[in-house]
């Protein structure tokens, strides 16, 4: 059974940091290239941050470098991801989504991922 467990969102204040974390399982997810995305209330959902299956390569989007890292942890059965975020801003608030795509390679759009997990809520006051 494929699985991916979002953990670690919350309510913090401007300027704070949290970190984001993914458990992924029920397929061999050390082969494909994990992302996070966000989605704001009436908004589409949006690229965060993508790391390719050896890790070796990430992006980030604009609105989040130098702000949030993305990392994983390749182990035998379950991969997890990470998302550090630093100085966290109002219009980071959304729900986030930990999703994982077929290829190697770094993939920024979400039709090339094919496994999402639920999401979870990261709300950041003023």
């Known amino acids: 059974q494929v699985q991916l467990v979002e953990s670690g969102g919350g309510l913090v204040q401007a300027g704070d940091s949290l970190r984001l974390s993914c458990a992924a399982s029920?397929?061999?997810?050390?082969?494909?290239?994990m992302g996070w995305f966000r989605q704001a209330p009436g908004k589409e959902r949006e690229f965060v941050a993508a790391i390719s299956a050896s890790g070796s390569s990430t992006r980030h989007a604009d609105s989040v470098k130098g702000r949030f890292t993305i990392s994983r942890d390749n182990a035998k059965n379950t991969v997890t991801v990470y998302l550090q975020m630093n100085s966290l801003k109002p219009e980071d608030t959304a729900v986030y989504y930990c999703a994982a795509a077929p290829t190697i390679l770094i993939a920024t759009t979400h039709w090339v991922y094919n496994s999402w997990g639920q999401g979870t809520q990261v709300t950041i006051s003023s």
């Open positions: 029920g397929r061999t997810f050390t082969s494909y290239t």
